[in-house]
């Protein structure tokens, strides 16, 4: 069964680097996200993408974010300069239409340590 | 703005006893709501989706929920629990936008089983 894969399930970096989460969505989706879930708190929507540009973002989705599908399969989230507050687990999801009765597909997730 | 609430951080069960957990959203239109199901080192995955087409909707591993409206609920039940149910489940909307793709989620219920 096809799902969604990320790497590397666990990131650890220092305050002000820079860091790349890769996602691979499910072949045949077009529709891409990422999610965020800091430790003990709700899982919460970042960014989702279609046809290589945002199509909508939340207001935690400031300039230090951004996504990128570099390749034909990879969906990358960077963080320019991580904050302590940064650490979370990352989801990426895709799906395979829009609206609101799609299904999204969920990924193991990235853990990010930021020290 | 839609939402959901999950009554219930941690539910413990006998193996072969009822599941009831339980969820309550807020929305001001006809919402979408998931529940989704995440074991250790998974990624989220979904059990069902309520789309306005039935109030009872079934879904995976014999896990059922239904849509009540006047009490604005989508409890998750199932009849007989089974110690490979024991994980975490989030409650989930879908909020409506241009977009429409982003899901809000429930904070979550730890769900044990003991044999």
């Known amino acids: 069964e096809p799902e969604v894969t990320q790497t590397p399930s666990h990131q650890v970096t220092q305050m002000g680097q820079e860091v790349i989460l890769r996602c691979v969505p499910i072949s045949n989706h077009l529709y891409f996200y990422w999610y965020r879930q800091i430790l003990g708190q709700k899982v919460e929507f970042l960014v989702s993408f279609y046809n290589n540009e945002i199509s909508e973002k939340s207001e935690i989705f400031d300039d230090q974010f951004s996504v990128e599908r570099p390749d034909g399969s990879n969906f990358t989230l960077k963080i320019r300069s991580t904050k302590l507050e940064d650490s979370a687990m990352y989801f990426c999801?895709?799906?395979?239409?829009?609206?609101?009765?799609?299904?999204?597909?969920f990924g193991p997730g990235t853990r990010l340590t930021v020290l | 703005a839609q939402s959901v609430t999950q009554l219930d951080s941690h539910v413990s069960v006998s193996e072969g006893t009822p599941v009831l957990l339980r969820c309550n959203y807020s929305?001001?239109?006809?919402?979408?709501l998931f529940w989704y199901v995440q074991h250790p080192n998974k990624g989220l995955q979904l059990l069902l989706k309520?789309?306005?087409?039935?109030?009872l909707v079934k879904g995976i591993n014999g896990f059922e929920a239904e849509f009540k409206k006047s009490e604005t609920s989508f409890h998750l039940t199932k009849p007989s629990a089974h110690m490979s149910d024991a994980a975490e489940y989030f409650c989930v909307v879908s909020a409506r936008s241009q977009a429409g793709t982003a899901l809000i989620f429930g904070k979550g219920t730890t769900l044990s089983v003991s044999s």
């Open positions: 929305s001001s239109y006809s919402p979408s």
């Open positions: 999801a895709s799906s395979e239409t829009s609206g609101t009765y799609n299904e999204q597909f």
């Open positions: 309520y789309t306005s087409a039935a109030t």
